[in-house]
């Protein structure tokens, strides 16, 4: 089965500083995509970017990009210039093949600092 | 774009009632939705896939009986929670596929169910 892990419960950075988010995941697919979401207080899940295994390159979304080690099996998530709209419970997410439900870890929370 | 529409957000409902809560995908067909269950401060958990036309796959430990799920049509699977009791008391959010495979995987707002 997959699993995917993040070993950080809580975070904090300093506004406009750079913090990074890791995970990493365990799967004997070779086909599959990773996601980090976003979920503020209202429990809505934002999509912040995604990976496709196949993709060497790692994503960028804007201040948000992706450290892809895929035979590490490792994928963390680099928040620069950290804003106070950043402050949320991050989850990164794993879902492989033609099968779209996602496997989620535990969470991050984290805090920006003013 | 595509989006899915949960509701209710909020509900509250006696012990041994039951409630419904729907996933509605409001401008694309979604032959699958993923039901997700949310507590405090933990993570989301895989409860059940909801098959447009066939039977609910449910997660290993989720009670069919309790959670039932009904897939009627290309845009609507619903969520019943039978016979709710305290512990049933929780966040449920609802996903669909929306595009390509891995593509877009959109979500519901979420349902926040007390039972009292």
């Known amino acids: 089965a997959q699993t995917v892990t993040q070993s950080q419960p809580e975070m904090s950075v300093q506004e406009a500083e750079t913090v990074t988010l890791s995970c990493t995941y365990d799967?004997?697919?070779?086909?599959?995509?990773l996601f980090w979401y976003k979920q503020p207080p209202s429990r809505q899940m934002i999509l912040v970017i995604r990976?496709?295994?196949?993709?060497?390159q790692n994503a960028t979304e804007n201040r948000f990009s992706v450290n892809f080690q895929k035979a590490a099996k490792s994928f963390s998530l680099k928040i620069s210039d950290s804003q106070l709209g950043d402050a949320a419970m991050y989850f990164c997410a794993y879902t492989s093949g033609s099968a779209r439900q996602l496997t989620f870890g535990s969470g991050t929370q984290l805090t920006v600092l003013p | 774009g595509a989006v899915v529409s949960q509701h209710p957000s909020r509900v509250i409902c006696k012990s041994g009632t039951s409630v419904k809560i729907e996933c509605r995908s409001l401008?694309?067909?979604?032959?699958?939705m993923f039901w997700y269950r949310q507590f405090p401060k933990q993570s989301l958990m895989l409860m059940a896939t909801s098959n447009e036309g066939s039977k609910a796959t449910y997660e290993q430990g989720v009670e069919k009986d309790k959670f039932l799920i009904n897939h009627a049509s290309l845009t609507l699977s619903t969520l019943t929670v039978t016979s709710a009791h305290p512990e049933d008391s929780s966040f449920y959010i609802c996903?669909?596929?929306?595009?390509?495979?891995?593509?877009?995987?959109?979500f519901g707002e979420g349902s926040w169910l007390t039972v009292v």
């Open positions: 401008d694309f067909q979604a032959t699958t």
């Open positions: 990976q496709e295994a196949y993709k060497q």
């Open positions: 799967t004997s697919e070779s086909d599959y995509y």
């Open positions: 996903s669909a596929p929306g595009g390509e495979v891995g593509n877009t995987i959109y």
